[in-house]
């Protein structure tokens, strides 16, 4: 969450300056380890994350250390004041969402839509429980998803101003998530090839050329990522299936799958109907490309090295959006026939308690603790001892080195991201650097295998106190 914060600061600050916002973190103790290390004849791959904090890395091309996110959520959460931004951001969506739900089922539910109008609710519920669970991450701000589907509906009837229109919604997407792009097939394909020009135009101001732009500064090149090896890293069939069940069966990510049979029951169920083709109001269009970005979206994180339970998130609520927004366009008389009536009803009065009840009680750690590494209660410049902002001091972590970055600039370093030769090089080297003091936070998460590396290199820890509610220790050489 760090890294969103950072950059909404970052963005906030050059709007009021007049300036480009730039995210290189630079400090000399960072350059000299940097240039120490290449010096060394080390690969950039093998330390790009472990000298940069939470949430950034080293790109060798740019020679930047800077944020792995593409710049979209920074820019909406920059708009609020200091820290209350995300939580207002999630609210605002937590409210819209609870609107869109109560008019938009009541409207539907006036035109004698019964189940189509619980379908519509359904998914709203699923969107305001993921926007408590994630926080205000980009997936929270995912909910751009539904004004965009309701401008391409407008735009398939309007001119190039609507098709202009739902385009810079679908650029926003990108620029929010990259990964989003395998979204753009649903908007692109519902807009209509007479008005892809206008769609065309608006996405690619909305979001390909900022990101094109912030891409050039940060990583050196128009079409290189700033994300990190971990998430750019080569595509493989080999895990596939494996990867499928996981984001469908295993752990708490089965509960997002979910929105996912909410929207391939609604299929199935349509296909049952007979009168469905002579109602062209609930085009086939919307769930032929609600499929291909389902395909599109397995097909790339089941061959993706790495495995993050909401990846798939966007994916399974663009499908089920669009699917039960065809679905709910079908006149009531067309459900006439008690088995399907039937089939509505378990669908969307007992999946959304069950799903309550899944997300609830299965969801990730961000449902526990929402805002753990933007400012837990303790955590500001204040609350720094003196000795670890000494301009010679070195510091290791995980979830705290953004939060010392935040709050003081001072950089620290994630050793979880290096292997063993690079920490026991680190350790010796920075001894060795005049007045220099080498400190670890012991961070809740992976913090075991360097205190290993550490100790066996020579060095023992020595307690020093207590940072952002968490202890840290010295290293101190053996005699």
Not at 183 to 200: D, E, I, N, Q, T
Not at 209 to 221: D, K
Not at 297 to 319: D, E, K, N, R
Not at 412 to 441: C, G, H, N, Y
């Amino acid at each position: 969450m760090f890294g969103y914060v950072q950059m909404a600061q970052t963005i906030h600050d050059s709007r009021n300056n007049g300036t480009y916002p730039s995210f290189e973190i630079k400090t000399p103790q960072t350059q000299a380890l940097i240039a120490a290390l290449q010096g060394s004849k080390f690969p950039a791959s093998r330390f790009s994350e472990f000298v940069a904090p939470h949430a950034h890395h080293y790109i060798e091309k740019s020679g930047k250390i800077t944020c792995q996110y593409s710049p979209g959520t920074g820019w909406v959460l920059s708009w609020f004041k200091d820290y209350s931004g995300p939580q207002k951001l999630n609210e605002i969506i937590i409210i819209f969402f609870t609107l869109i739900g109560l008019f938009g089922g009541w409207s539907i539910l006036r035109q004698g839509f019964i189940f189509q109008a619980f379908s519509w609710a359904a998914l709203c519920i699923t969107q305001i429980l993921i926007a408590v669970m994630m926080g205000p991450r980009s997936y929270s701000i995912n909910a751009l998803l539904i004004p965009m589907f309701l401008a391409i509906d407008t735009a398939r009837r309007g001119g190039f101003f609507f098709s202009f229109f739902s385009g810079v919604f679908s650029g926003l997407l990108v620029l929010i998530r990259p990964a989003n792009l395998l979204l753009l097939p649903l908007p692109a394909l519902m807009v209509g090839w007479k008005r892809w020009g206008g769609f065309s135009i608006g996405a690619f101001l909305g979001g390909g050329l900022p990101l094109l732009l912030h891409q050039y500064r940060e990583a050196g090149g128009y079409l290189d990522p700033t994300y990190g090896v971990l998430d750019t890293g080569g595509t493989s069939f080999v895990h596939f299936w494996s990867h499928i069940k996981t984001y469908l069966w295993d752990r708490f990510d089965a509960y997002w799958a979910w929105v996912l049979c909410l929207g391939l029951i609604s299929v199935l169920v349509t296909t049952l109907l007979k009168d469905f083709e002579s109602h062209r109001q609930a085009k086939w269009g919307w769930i032929a490309s609600a499929f291909l970005v389902l395909f599109g979206g397995f097909l790339f994180f089941g061959t993706h090295g790495q495995i993050v339970s909401y990846y798939l998130l966007p994916t399974y609520l663009a499908f089920s959006w669009a699917v039960i927004y065809a679905v709910a366009q079908i006149p009531l008389t067309v459900f006439a026939s008690p088995f399907i009536n039937g089939i509505w009803f378990i669908i969307f009065l007992v999946l959304p308690f069950a799903e309550i009840g899944g997300l609830a009680g299965h969801g990730p750690p961000a449902f526990k603790e929402p805002m753990q590494n933007i400012r837990p209660e303790g955590r500001d410049l204040e609350s720094i001892p003196p000795e670890l902002l000494d301009e010679h001091a070195w510091i290791w972590g995980d979830d705290t080195t953004g939060t010392f970055w935040y709050f003081a600039k001072k950089n620290a370093m994630k050793p979880a991201f290096a292997d063993d030769e690079i920490l026991t090089w680190s350790v010796k080297w920075i001894q060795k650097q005049p007045e220099s003091r080498q400190f670890i936070v012991m961070d809740p998460s992976r913090m075991d295998h360097a205190l290993e590396v550490v100790k066996k290199a020579g060095y023992k820890l020595v307690l020093r106190g207590q940072v952002f509610g968490r202890q840290y220790f010295e290293f101190v050489k053996k005699k």
